[in-house]
């Protein structure tokens, strides 16, 4: 494909033709922030934070949407630019609760990183706000439509990669508001908690639900790891506060991307669930009681062993498990083969 | 699955076969909702009505057990009508013309008596399977659990070559795995017949291969038991010591009350799960394992893709991660097993495994492996069979429709059909313990069609007592037309309402599958 | 040793410990604004309090001498309403910044409403429209933020000679302010910073970090001062990789963390260090290196041991 050349802020860049200006300024690593864009979804251009000046032209142009012409002089951070950036957040935060305080996404925020970077301390524009009721009626999703920007990214991905439909714009004007058709709550409408909105929302509006109340952003490491669940192998990341895991956000999963389902966004809380085994059990007249684990293990090892010398190994078999890693099948596997001498080894992937 | 995931929203037609994919493989059915806005095609084969089924532009509502009618009637009217990809049949395939003689009697109007999908669908749902540039087929459970469970493999294999839909991007035969480390399990020899990759126990290279890197004289040679042969033989006192690692077949597995008896006639029980299940209490020592946030290892996905677990806690209490119990018992029988990490594992893993042989924890950090993976800088396969069939030339299987073992009749006369719900996972031990999911989905409810309430005199969400020959449990109805009148349906994650003490353990006789798909059942009001 | 009993657990410590102490061997958090383990002790924010079986009133933990065979409850319901009611009277006269502070992600206030999860005051009243104090070049006074702790007041007073800043006016209009309520830059103050190290809350910022990075951006990495024998304990701010700013870490008895020590820094380790600043006659002139260092003198010193070698 032709390469485009063109000038953001000084530098020479070359991109493929139909790149956009965004693109190009991405390959210099320049900076241009975003909120209604997302590489992954089609553009509205609508929130106009990327807005950038282009020589020659009248008005900023939104630096998502616009493409790269030959030889075209841009500017990212001019005097114009800022103001217009400076505008738009503070039209934003004058219908915005003040709320970072202990809001979920506090570290985490779109609006609020703009907000710093460009030194809008608050909205001045005064005059209505919303004052919306919080929706706090499933397990999974809290929705606060006081803090949504109405970038349309949820709407998007629930449409585009969720295949849903399940919110959508409604009403007009300041009126305006993201809903369930009928503006219902999620879980009235066809709503199937995969949580994917809420991996794209840039701010505080859409919340996980348990991982949001137990940690701020800034408290959790990440450990990127495979879903326990179906054979898709999604990856997600655990979200750890003080040695426990709090919840489940969307990384560049390689099967996935950031789209997950209920059960791997949701469905972490077995981890600590007082229900785990925490101590081996031995049967003694009937009832299981706890044990040591050298009393546990010297116990398996000596049974196990009394019964392959009576009966032969034949009489020892073994059920693997398709929940287990590969390492602890392919060592059960050797367990059963080299130590127990026999080949009944199976799993319940029959099922 | 012989091609990748992400393959499937680039497919042109895609024929869904028992599967529940919305539900079941949520992810997996993204692809295909994104396949269908860019113009694909696509047929759903399920007695359900499923949200996919939905999505369709052809749902064929097949009547359960009749899979392999439908299949040879598609390659019937494919080849009738001349639609077959001659020339891969030609160069890739063998016995053909044993094929095509079994398919001739399978005239639509045939099979629509076995099936009751209207002739005339099978056949333009065979013009388009035929006549797609990239045709995949999706399958699960639906046609794996079944008597005949391995010939609908066969079947849809067959069609598949004879329209030289493998071994090219965008199509191929895709079983979607239930659960997430099934593929492994089977890589890793968790089989009786099997050591790791698929080699042969019977094979004399393979054992002397093994057992010198074991450190052992010789292994064992005749193949092993399967699930169900080792619960016969534990009531038949075959079987006297078992070691279960993170299963739970009381609540999984078929005809329950069976398993329950065999488990209990066996001198000694091991159990080692991360919760106190079904099968836990029975045992005679349970040893508490770490859960897959508290340790290292890795999973192998439906598309073959090797991919990292990474521990993120310590384990709770005591708990172990399962290969350090496995090392102690081994070493407390006198065998030296000692690794101080998973990545040793794997090592030896590939050091032993062909199609492992590349993969190690050093490349997996750089993202999953698709195996085959023989030598450290191979990149991995994505797409099997591209060129040649790994046996070399594909063979066709012909096989004929047989109905399921168990039919309806004036005592049972309705089929009872299990499956999966979307906030659910198997047995239900990890996802009864969110604080989220059964939260949100308290209960189990068993799917019955209008029809066959109004004549039962059935109330929405009224408790009723479902009995087969085998067992009974009570359940919650909700009267709903997902399913067609005859069929009802429930899932095998609640407890509460354990349903596979119902269900028939007669299994398919080559894979040991049993048929969980089918089996007749009545229902009773509860005075 | 007094044997008690916290939360249901049995605990050992020696005598004259304190409850806070007690709790703290056992792992047990309990929120403190006004204490400092390296200040004289007031109890006067009352955030800390327990419940002590027997005793009639909530008490402070952070003063209150552990006793033998005391039992104690540090999260009890009492214990809550008095936390949440004591964040609410804060918050009802604290402004809602939290979008654009310098110490939000590491603020005690802030951290205190999540935990206890108080988003807005019942009471509602009079705020302060304090002007915000920035007319030097090292520290941002934003007394609106301020929750009257009187950290900053106690660590002060450790410099030799100093006492800069007190308690001023009564009442709502309680302030903590230098001598005659002027601004910082026209006081005594040596702008060591310990104040700021110690400030629970963003009253107490450094400005050469204002508006360069979030508290969550940032991480610290500890350096010590070359400069003197004193050896004072300073961190390296870092974002990306890059340093963007010298900062003291909290005082330790007989550390002086002077000035000069933090700019020496600054010049050692950052790319563009901000430049040095001299007060003359009141007000703050930019300045070089050699000068705000004092190298002059130093270089005089060294030169008069300088010996002379020749040339040949
Ligand atoms: S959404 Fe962002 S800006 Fe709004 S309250 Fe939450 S953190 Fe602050
Ligand atoms: S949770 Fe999923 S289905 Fe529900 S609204 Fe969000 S994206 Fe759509
Ligand atoms: S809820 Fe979030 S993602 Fe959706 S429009 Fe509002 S801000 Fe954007
Ligand atoms: S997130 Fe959902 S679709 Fe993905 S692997 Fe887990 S259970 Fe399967
Ligand atoms: S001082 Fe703390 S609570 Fe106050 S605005 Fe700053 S971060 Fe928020």
Not at chain 1, 129 to 158: Q, T, W
Not at chain 2, 453 to 467: F, I, P, Q
Request: with cysteine.
């Amino acid at each position: 494909m032709a390469e485009v050349n063109l000038i953001i802020n000084d530098q020479k860049v070359a991109v493929p033709e139909g790149s956009t200006i965004l693109e190009a300024a991405q390959k210099l690593n320049i900076f241009i922030p975003t909120l209604c864009y997302d590489p992954e979804l089609s553009r509205p251009a609508s929130c106009r934070i990327c807005v950038v000046e282009v020589k020659g032209s009248k008005n900023l142009v939104p630096s998502c949407a616009a493409l790269v012409r030959e030889g075209m002089v841009v500017y990212t951070d001019s005097p114009p630019v800022i103001e217009a950036r400076k505008t738009i957040l503070d039209l934003l935060l004058s219908n915005h609760p003040e709320d970072c305080l202990t809001c979920g996404r506090n570290g985490d925020c779109r609006l609020q990183d703009y907000a710093y970077l460009y030194g809008v301390r608050r909205g001045t524009f005064g005059g209505e706000k919303h004052s919306y009721a919080l929706e706090d009626d499933n397990p999974f999703i809290v929705r606060d439509m006081n803090k949504c920007i109405l970038c349309g990214k949820c709407v998007r991905m629930c449409a585009e990669v969720q295949g849903k439909n399940v919110v959508d714009f409604a009403y007009r004007g300041f009126h305006t508001k993201i809903a369930p058709a009928m503006d219902t709550t999620l879980s009235q409408s066809d709503c199937v908690f995969c949580g994917n909105c809420v991996a794209v929302c840039p701010v505080g509006a859409l919340q996980e639900k348990g991982l949001r109340k137990s940690a701020r952003t800034w408290e959790v490491k990440k450990v990127r790891t495979t879903c326990p669940y179906c054979g898709t192998g999604c990856n997600f990341d655990l979200n750890v506060k003080d040695g426990k895991v709090v919840g489940v956000t969307s990384c560049a999963g390689e099967v996935n991307g950031r789209a997950l389902c209920v059960k791997g966004r949701f469905g972490y809380g077995f981890i600590h669930h007082p229900d785990r085994l925490t101590r081996p059990l031995i049967k003694k007249d009937g009832v299981l009681k706890e044990a040591s684990w050298e009393e546990a293990i010297n116990l398996v090892a000596a049974r196990m062993g009394a019964i392959k010398e009576k009966y032969g190994p034949d009489a020892l078999s073994v059920l693997a498990s398709a929940r287990c890693t590969n390492e602890e099948n392919y060592l059960l596997s050797k367990l059963t083969r080299a130590v127990f001498g026999t080949n009944n080894i199976d799993h319940c992937a029959r099922l | 699955m012989t091609n990748p995931i992400s393959d499937i929203a680039g497919a042109d037609f895609i024929l869904a076969i028992g599967t529940n994919t919305t539900e079941s493989h949520p992810i997996i059915s993204l692809q295909v909702k994104k396949a269908v806005r860019n113009g694909a095609t696509l047929v759903v084969v399920d007695p359900r009505k499923t949200e996919i089924a939905g999505l369709a532009h052809y749902h064929l509502p097949i009547k359960s057990g009749s899979d392999i009618a439908l299949l040879n009637s598609l390659a019937h009217v494919i080849i009738a009508e001349e639609l077959w990809n001659k020339e891969f049949v030609a160069s890739r395939t063998e016995d053909f013309d044993a094929f095509k003689e079994t398919v001739a009697r399978y005239t639509p109007e045939y099979a629509e008596k076995i099936t009751s999908v209207a002739a005339q669908t099978i056949r333009e749902v065979a013009r388009g399977y035929a006549g797609a540039k990239n045709a995949t087929i999706l399958y699960t459970m639906g046609v794996t659990q079944h008597i005949c469970g391995t010939h609908n493999v066969f079947a849809i294999a067959n069609l598949a070559m004879l329209c030289g839909q493998v071994g090219k991007p965008h199509s191929g035969v895709n079983p979607l795995r239930g659960q997430n480390n099934v593929q492994g399990a089977c890589d890793m020899g968790a089989l009786p017949n099997v050591l790791t990759g698929y080699q042969s126990v019977a094979a004399d290279e393979v054992r002397a291969k093994f057992a010198a890197a074991w450190g052992v004289k010789e292994l064992p040679a005749r193949p092993g038991l399967t699930v169900g042969e080792m619960m016969e033989a534990a009531e038949h006192g075959k079987v006297k010591g078992m070691y279960i690692m993170g299963e739970n077949p009381v609540l999984s597995d078929p005809d329950a009350g069976h398993v329950v008896r065999a488990l209990e006639k066996l001198e000694f029980l091991v159990v080692q799960d991360i919760f106190l299940t079904e099968t836990a209490r029975l045992a005679d020592v349970v040893l508490p394992a770490a859960s897959f946030a508290e340790k290292d290892g890795t999973f192998t996905n439906t598309e073959r893709r090797v991919q990292r677990v990474r521990k993120a806690v310590e384990p709770v209490g005591e708990a172990r991660a399962d290969w350090e119990i496995i090392c102690a018992v081994a070493r407390a029988m006198g065998y030296p097993m000692n690794y101080s990490t998973p990545a040793e594992i794997m090592a030896e893993i590939a050091r032993l495994t062909p199609s492992y042989g590349g993969i190690s924890y050093e490349r997996l950090e750089k993202g999953g492996l698709v195996w085959p993976c023989p030598v450290l800088d191979h990149p991995g396969t994505p797409v099997l069979h591209v060129g040649k069939f790994a046996r070399g030339l594909g063979k066709f299987h012909p096989v004929e429709y047989v109905p399921p073992a168990e039919q309806p009749d004036e005592q049972f006369p309705l089929v009872l059909s299990t499956g999966r719900r979307h906030f659910h996972y198997h047995t239900g031990t990890m996802t009864l313990r969110t604080g989220a999911l059964e939260v949100y989905y308290p209960e189990e409810y068993l799917e019955v069609n209008p029809a066959d309430a109004c004549v039962l005199n059935l109330e929405n969400w009224e408790k009723v007592r479902v009995v087969s020959r085998r067992g009974e449990v009570e359940v919650r109805v909700c009267i709903t037309d997902r399913v067609p009148a005859g069929l009802v349906f429930t899932s095998f994650h609640f407890p509460e309402v354990a349903i596979n003490k119902l269900t028939n353990p007669v299994r398919d006789a080559i894979a040991k599958i049993p048929e969980l798909k089918v089996c007749a059942v009545r229902i009773e009001k509860i005075a | 040793m007094s044997q008690l009993v916290i939360n249901g657990q049995t605990v050992e410590v020696p005598e004259g410990s304190t409850i806070l102490q007690a709790a703290e061997r056992l792992g047990i958090f309990i929120p403190t604004f006004c204490h400092d383990p390296g200040l004289p002790g007031v109890a006067s924010c009352r955030i800390c309090v327990v419940e002590v079986k027997g005793a009639k009133n909530l008490t402070p933990a952070c003063m209150t001498a552990a006793r033998d065979g005391m039992v104690v409850e540090t999260e009890s319901p009492a214990v809550i309403a008095a936390r949440r009611t004591i964040l609410e009277l804060i918050l009802a006269n604290h402004p809602q910044d939290c979008l654009t502070c310098e110490k939000n992600g590491d603020c005690r206030l802030q951290d205190y409403a999540f935990y206890y999860g108080v988003k807005s005051s019942r009471f509602e009243g009079e705020r302060h429209t304090y002007p915000i104090d920035d007319a030097n070049p090292y520290i941002v006074r934003d007394m609106n933020k301020c929750i009257l702790c009187g950290k900053c007041i106690r660590t002060c007073a450790q410099v030799e000679g100093r006492a800069v800043l007190d308690y001023a006016y009564r009442g709502f209009r309680t302030k903590i302010a230098p001598a005659m309520d002027t601004p910082l830059g026209e006081s005594d103050c040596v702008f060591c910073g310990r104040c700021v190290t110690v400030c629970p809350v963003g009253a107490l910022t450094f400005k050469s970090l204002a508006g360069k990075g979030r508290s969550w951006e940032i991480k610290k990495v500890p350096v010590k001062c070359p400069f003197c024998e004193a050896g004072c304990d300073f961190h390296l701010n870092l974002k990306n990789g890059r340093v963007i700013g010298v900062t003291p870490q909290p005082p330790k008895p007989g550390r002086p963390l002077c000035l000069k020590g933090r700019l020496a820094l600054e010049l050692l380790y950052m790319d563009e260090p901000p430049p040095p600043y001299r007060k003359e006659n009141g007000k703050f002139v930019a300045t070089g290196w050699a000068e705000a260092l004092d190298l002059e003198k130093l270089l005089a010193k060294i030169s008069q041991g300088r010996v002379d070698v020749g040339r040949s």
